[in-house]
């Protein structure tokens, strides 16, 4: 039996799939390539050396996404297919809220059609808003400043209520911090459509010379340095979450953050890449970015305590294998 990973050709999808497969789990893969790229499938399979059946169909389309229901006997599902650009989110609104709750509404629905009981969901810290840090699961939601939030903390609320009158599944739902790295092998990494909108994939590309300089959002916040302070979670970390995630899922819904625990600010970022990769990262400080928090960072004690998972890689890896899969891009 094998497992569904919606979006698995993005930046966190290749991840977990490869740490699934390392973890013997088949895995299928279903992603439209609104934003990853084909190149992605074939660099996952030179790593996991497993060929991995890949369908590009869209999840918001129910009956695409039935038909492959219909030819598997999926044993879970992890859904990343979704929207994630934060600005674009404020520009286009109904582009996100239509994807992203009608993906959600549509896996659970095949769910329940289909008898598959396991599903885990990638949510995000934004749905934490501007709570005091760290956060931790119990803290009740607060209004995001974006569309996109907004969907994460409406598909947290659509799957919480779908189990609770169907207790026999098994709902997970993820709060990412901030992923960033890539497979140490450099293979897979982020891709970025266009300039990047985050803080890595920007130094890296400034590193390589794609970009002048980075422009630092503001340096009169309230923490250590005066610049914003984040949560970097290395995305192998983040992948391994997947995996313990899936496998001690039970009956009802549950949520876990996936973190370091660690806030580290903008400056500390950017003299950590690059002290580790001897290089200079030309900056400047400009306004705050709208929408931006001072600081999150989470309380990783429950997913430590209930997964027995916690991250392991620190900045420095997360610096390296950055800028190892930026350096040695071969995905255009
Ligand atoms: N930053 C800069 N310059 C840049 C980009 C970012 O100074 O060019 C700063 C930001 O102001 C912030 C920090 O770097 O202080 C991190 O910014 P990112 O854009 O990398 O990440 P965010 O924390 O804003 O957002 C990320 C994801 C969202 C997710 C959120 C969850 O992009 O999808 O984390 O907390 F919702």
């Not at 088949?26 to 499938?41: C, P």
């Not at 929408?291 to 420095?316: C, F, M, P, Q, T």
């Not at 800028?323 to 255009?332: A, G, T």
């Amino acid at each position: 039996m094998s497992i569904l990973v919606t979006g698995g050709l993005g930046f966190i999808g290749s991840h977990t799939v490869v740490a699934l497969v390392e973890q013997d789990f088949k895995v299928v893969i279903a992603d439209n390539l609104s934003n990853s790229k084909k190149e992605v499938l074939h660099a996952i399979e030179n790593i996991t050396k497993v060929k991995i059946p890949f369908y590009q169909i869209d999840v918001a389309d129910e009956v695409s996404l039935n038909r492959l229901f219909e030819s598997y006997d999926f044993k879970g599902v992890i859904h990343f297919a979704g929207y994630k650009s934060v600005g674009e989110s404020v520009t286009e609104p109904l582009k996100y809220y239509r994807n992203n709750l009608l993906s959600t509404i549509n896996i659970a629905n095949a769910c329940k059609k289909y008898g598959v009981k396991k599903l885990v969901f990638s949510s995000s810290a934004t749905v934490y808003g501007d709570n005091q840090v760290p956060f931790d699961e119990t803290m009740p939601l607060l209004p995001t400043t974006n569309p996109y939030g907004e969907t994460k903390t409406m598909c947290e609320r659509i799957l919480t209520d779908f189990v609770q009158v169907n207790k026999e599944f098994e709902v997970t739902l993820l709060r990412y911090f901030n992923p960033i790295g890539a497979h140490p092998s450099g293979e897979i990494g982020e891709l970025p459509n266009g300039v990047p909108n985050n803080l890595m994939p920007y130094i890296t590309q400034v590193a390589k010379g794609k970009l002048k300089e980075l422009k630092v959002f503001g340096d009169d916040y309230p923490t250590q340095d005066g610049t914003g302070v984040r949560d970097y979670i290395h995305v192998m970390d983040l992948a391994e979450g997947h995996v313990a995630a899936f496998t001690h899922i039970t009956p009802g819904l549950h949520v876990y953050n996936l973190g370091t625990g660690l806030g580290t600010s903008v400056l500390e970022i950017i003299h950590t890449f690059e002290r580790i990769n001897h290089l200079r990262i030309p900056y400047k400080v400009v306004e705050r970015r709208l929408g931006d928090i001072a600081s999150s960072y989470a309380d990783v004690s429950k997913a430590k305590k209930e997964l027995k998972w916690s991250a392991k890689r620190n900045l420095e890896d997360m610096c390296k294998d950055a800028w190892n899969f930026e350096k040695n891009l071969s995905i255009k």
